[in-house]
Each structure stands twice: as C-alpha cells, then as structure tokens.
T-cell receptor
Framework: AQSVAQPEDQVNVAEGNPLTVKCTYS??????LFWYVQYPNRGLQFLLK??????LVKGSYGFEAEFNKSQTSFHLKKPSALVSDSALYFC?????????????FGKGTKLSVKP | DVKVTQSSRYLVKRTGEKVFLECVQD?????MFWYRQDPGLGLRLIYF???????EKGDIPEGYSVSREKKERFSLILESASTNQTSMYLC??????????????FGQGTRLTVV
C-alpha cells in the first residue's frame, strides 16, 4: 500500500535561515511526488512535483525539493525562509490501482517562521 | 488558471440535516475528488469520480454520498449530518490523461460545523 510520512508536526525556523520539511514515502511502483501548501482557512496550493529526471526539483515561491530514491525521501527546502512562508505543508504521493491516481497525503507539517 | 470553486466557505448545520456541498471545476477534468481534512490526520479521501455518473468510495465513505450529473460538478451529500462530520472539506480535480504526473487542483475548502 502507498503511504507518506511527515515525521515532524511542526518546524520552527528563524527568518533568513534555511528550512527543511521532511517527507518519506512508500509506493509499489514509480513514485510521483507532490508538495502542497495551505494557508489558514484556505485550500491547498501546488508547490512542486517530482515525476522523473533531475533529483532536485524547483517550484513556486523559491521552494525546491530533493528526491532521494535510496532513502525514499522527498524533502522540501528553501535557502532563506520568510515569515510569509508560515503555513501548513503537505507531501503527497500518487496512488496506484483503482483510484485513478488519487493523491495520498501525509499528515502535514506546520512551518513557523519567526522574524 | 484552473478554477475549482466550492459553493460555500463556511457552513453551520444542525444534527440530522441533509447537507449538500457543491464543487465546480472549469478545466474539463475527468477526475474529481472529495477530501476531508482534520488536524493531525491530514487529508482523507471520501469519494472520487472519474466520469459523469461514475463514483468510487475512498477511505472514509460512511455517512456520505456523492453525485456527478455533469462533468464540471461534483456534489458531496451528508445524508444526516452528525457532529463528528464537523470538518474542513476539500474538493479537487485532475485530468485523466497524464493523471499520474499531473497535479490535482483544489478548491478553497468548506468549513462545516454541525451543531
């Protein structure tokens, strides 16, 4: 069965410092991985995805993610955090089987960036 | 831009009421999904549909039903609302072609409170 784990409920970072939000996955086939961000009382906004190719994927708002097949990880990163990056971040993997590619989500990580 | 629009941002309903949550997408996507989001649990799939009049159960379908009479519209129905259905509900859509490597697009969410 496919699954996603986000081991940290919350990540605290000072503004200007680099940030990492961790994600590990388990899939039965090729991994199709996604990161989404959610601001309070809003829907999910797509940040970036890994389908194939370069292990370093660049996305919106200066975010990037590193795909590591041997560690089955897809960590989200940003070189210099902004206060406005404070939000809830979800990692997701595309499911296989009869669900027509349903996204399977982690539990989310709350990112707090302090000035 | 892809638009997924949910009919209400906030709803307050009484226990036992029949509740309709509406979702409309404007990108001619075949796949549509209803998720429920609860703190610490991430997003859980309630139902999805890959075509008009087609529906499939997700992980937590109990107490819910869906309707898809037109391609652009996917409705979630709470047959008899209960307090444990108080939650944030998110609708999403994605195309069928390239389903695995295409991100899903989300609505802004409906925060439902059942009293």
């Amino acid at each position: 069965a496919q699954s996603v784990a986000q081991p940290e409920d919350q990540v605290n970072v000072a503004e200007g410092n680099p940030l990492t939000v961790k994600c590990t996955y388990s899939v039965s086939g090729n991994p199709y991985l996604f990161w989404y961000v959610q601001y309070p009382n809003r829907g999910l906004q797509f940040l970036l995805k890994y389908i194939t190719g370069d292990n370093l994927v660049k996305g919106s708002y200066g975010f990037e993610a590193e795909f590591n097949k041997s560690q089955t990880s897809f960590h989200l990163k940003k070189p210099s955090a902004l206060v406005s990056d404070s939000a809830l971040y979800f990692c997701a993997v595309r499911g296989y089987g009869g669900s027509q590619g349903n996204l399977i989500f982690g539990k989310g990580t709350k990112l707090s960036v302090k000035p | 831009d892809v638009k997924v629009t949910q009919s209400s941002r906030y709803l307050v309903k009484r226990t036992g009421e029949k509740v309709f949550l509406e979702c409309v997408q404007d990108m001619d996507h075949e796949n549509m999904f209803w998720y429920r989001q609860d703190p610490g649990l991430g997003l859980r799939l309630i139902y999805f549909s890959y075509d008009v009049k087609m529906k499939e159960k997700g992980d937590i379908p109990e107490g819910y039903s869906v309707s898809r009479e037109k391609k652009e519209r996917f409705s979630l129905i709470l047959e008899s609302a209960s307090t444990n259905q108080t939650s944030m509900y998110l609708c999403a859509s994605s195309p069928l072609v390239g389903v695995f490597d295409t991100e899903a697009f989300f609505g802004q969410g409906t925060r439902l409170t059942v009293v």
